[in-house]
């Protein structure tokens, strides 16, 4: 029987087999193993409540230099508050207010932060659940079996599994082939095979083998296993700062610091003005702390960590585990992004569309040929052949048994396969291989015949050829079919600024008809391994990005050269050691979504940076004319929102600087919406809605605040 693709080029990549059949590109994925939760579910809000006070500690704020320096300065109103109370001053209660929001301030950002990782530790737990330490079949040298704890397992042993066995750790398949459930760790009910060899060996522990038996090898050590390593990064214990946070951060410092100086002259400014005006009085404490931090990036500086771990979170909704934040942000970048054709740009499997008889054979008689010779094929292509004569030509699959048929099996050496029978000899396969066996025989290859395959492959198709015996029958037309919905895929690609790039193990003649279809940017076709690498060398040494998806073994050492590099869980394991992320679903188009979910994280950074550099405008109306009024009354004019007096103002300020952070945290958490354009159009939108709307926004929220104060005779 046939088992392998009869066509021209089979040892390729795109010819690899794969577990199950890619889902289509619009579909989203049916089962997640890490579900979103609701954004404000109890036990998160409980956890990260609680969190928020034990992250006061300034051992572990002095990372964040923002909220570090809000901190100092509630200590300090704090501290001075009690000197005040001790000491029997009057007038405490303006500062005792200040020191409250000052404190709540430090607390929601530190909120936000803890949100973002509660959610991280929730779905940690869940995955901590599906870890058991079962009972392993170890094999010893003497190739006996003993029953151990899967905890006793080091790398190296080997162990059998049987039917209904939890696989007890990580490891490559070297005898064997069995089913495997592995919804414990993608959350897809489907089973795959699992087999010795190829790219198809990798097994992970904790999974459950559901038919046949399998020799495993462990390739890992307790605590090390996979599915620990994922506990270890959803957690996000050890999350590190991007590039691009770092420099944000570093710019955040840089202004804090400013106007920590600026803040800080005020004081003998104030002392010589009252001094020489003879009115009005120094600012205290309070007022200048108030002061300094209304005019810091607070917003932008209680949330970027928030934003930053929220985008892994989402990451890992969508069932993909990075292995750091700087992969997901690398992904935001990427300038080019390649794509495999099989599976990824195509459904996976070709499929026979026409018969094209050659001059004095008739289609018919070539579709009977075509389907005797495919009815022991169970390829996928085999298979289609079979269909199209039935459904062209009204042709059902018979009993050869009784007509003594011999089948021959493909053979990557004869590049074909068929049947004999009745004394015909049957055979499809590579349009050279075919010629070349009719010749053989004495038959003859007309120029009708080279031009249909020559036309076909300009096409995109694959030509298989059929014979019986010297005579040349015809070609079966097999097509790859481009997804549903690629081309606006890539133009949506095209449209975020991104090149696609379609990698391909097919003649440059089918890849560029493909590529034409799919609407990519360029092809790489005839791929090896090498070609890969030194593609994507080439980007970057032109300071481009790349991100490429890969499963095989073959894939490990560009994947690890790639800036985003994606693989699939159904790889093989160095696959999976080489890339920074994995794709749990194993769904090659994955890869899209991404890149528009690095995006998102650093649109949403920059949008929450933009609105909180652009909303002090307004705290600079308010405070700075409550300063100093009384020593300059010219300053009213700048008291545009006519607040009340010096204390509401100042009050309303810092109030409103504390309240934006806890209503801006569920943007953080969820992301600005994002929509595939080019860069000129995204600042437009940027300076619009955060720009525009971060200068005009904290106007009325200061303005109703001071009133409400006034109200409530709380200033």
């Known amino acids: 029987m046939s088992t392998v693709t009869d066509t021209p080029s089979t040892m390729t990549p795109d010819s690899q087999p794969s577990s199950s059949p890619a889902p289509d590109t619009g579909s989203l994925i049916p089962k997640k193993l890490l579900r979103a939760r609701p954004l404000f579910d109890r036990a998160i809000l409980r956890s990260a409540t609680r969190e928020s006070f034990v992250k006061l500690n300034p051992g572990t704020l002095w990372k964040n230099p923002v909220m570090f320096v809000v901190e100092v300065g509630a200590a300090l109103t704090t501290v001075f508050l009690v000197r005040d109370l001790a000491s029997g001053a009057g007038h405490t209660g303006f500062s005792f207010q200040i020191a409250l929001w000052l404190w709540f301030t430090v607390l929601f950002a530190n909120f936000a932060e803890a949100m973002a990782e509660a959610r991280g530790k929730a779905q940690a737990e869940t995955l901590r659940k599906t870890k058991s330490d079962s009972i392993a079949h170890r094999m010893t040298s003497s190739g006996k079996l003993e029953d151990v704890p899967s905890s006793m397992l080091r790398a190296g042993d080997v162990v059998v599994c049987e039917t209904n066995d939890i696989i007890p750790g990580d490891g490559e398949v070297i005898e064997g082939i069995a089913t495997v459930d592995e919804s414990v760790i993608t959350g897809e009910s489907a089973p795959v095979i699992r087999e010795s060899g190829g790219d198809r060996s990798a097994v992970t522990g904790g999974t459950k083998v559901l038919s046949d038996q399998v020799q495993i090898k462990i390739t890992s050590n307790p605590g090390e296993t996979f599915l620990d390593r994922m506990i270890a990064l959803v957690e996000g214990a050890e999350r590190q700062k991007t590039p691009n946070e770092i420099a944000l951060n570093i710019l955040i410092a840089g202004l804090t610091l400013i106007f920590l100086l600026a803040v800080v002259t005020l004081q003998p400014f104030a002392a010589y003005s009252v001094a020489a005006q003879h009115a009005g009085a120094v600012p205290s404490i309070a007022v200048l702390t108030a002061l300094l931090v209304c005019l810091i990036p607070t917003t932008i500086g209680g949330l970027l960590s928030a934003i930053g771990i929220a985008g892994m979170d989402r990451v890992m909704q969508h069932n993909v585990l990075a292995m750091s934040g700087k992969a997901v942000e690398a992904s935001g970048d990427v300038n080019t992004l390649l794509l495999d054709k099989t599976g990824t740009i195509t459904l996976g499997n070709r499929q026979a569309v026409e018969f094209l008889p050659a001059p004095g054979i008739t289609e018919p008689e070539l579709a ?270 700048l008291n545009i929102m006519r607040l009340h007096n010096p204390e509401s103002a100042v009050l309303a300020a810092v109030i409103f600087n504390a309240l934006i952070i806890i209503a801006l945290v569920p943007l953080a958490l969820r992301g600005v919406k994002y929509r595939p354009q080019g860069a000129a159009a995204l600042l437009r939108r940027n300076l619009l809605i955060y720009g525009v709307g971060g200068i005009i926004v904290p106007f009325p929220g200061i303005w109703i605040i001071d009133r409400l104060l006034v109200f409530l005779h709380l200033a």
Request: no cysteine; aromatic share 4%; net charge negative.
């Open 368 to 637: 009977d040929a075509a389907q005797l010779s495919s009815l022991a094929d169970e390829t996928p292509e085999g298979r289609s052949i079979v269909v199209l004569a039935k459904e062209k030509h009204g042709l059902r699959g018979r009993e050869v048994s009784e007509h003594d048929a011999r089948f021959i099996p493909f053979s990557a050496y004869t590049r074909m396969s068929g049947v004999d029978i009745d004394g015909r000899q049957l055979r499809k396969g590579a349009t050279e291989a075919i010629m070349r066996f009719v010749t053989e025989l004495g038959g003859v290859a007309p120029d009708e015949f080279r031009e249909s395959a020559d036309r076909i492959s300009r096409t995109g198709g694959t030509p298989l050829a059929v014979a019986d015996g010297r005579r040349l029958l015809g070609i079966v037309h097999l097509k790859d079919i481009v997804k549903g919905g690629m081309k606006e895929r890539i133009g949506q690609l095209r449209a975020m600024g991104i090149r696609s790039v379609m990698i391909t193990g097919d003649n440059p003649l089918t890849a560029a008809a493909i590529a034409s279809e799919a609407g990519v940017d360029d092809f790489l076709a005839q791929a090896t391994p090498k070609d890969k690498l030194e593609y994507i060398r080439r980007e970057q040494s032109e300071g481009r990005l790349v991100a490429m998806t890969g499963d095989g073994t073959n894939d490990a050492p560009a994947l690890a050269q790639a800036d985003v590099g994606l693989a699939m869980n159904t790889g093989t394991m160095a696959a999976k050691e080489a890339g920074n992320m994995v794709d749990l679903d194993s769904n090659p188009t994955k890869l899209i979504e991404v890149v528009a979910i690095g995006k998102q994280l650093l649109i949403t950074r920059g949008a929450l940076t933009t609105f909180s550099i652009a909303n002090d405008v307004a705290k600079y109306f308010a405070i700075i004319p409550a300063m100093f009024l009384t020593t300059f009354p010219v300053l009213e004019h």
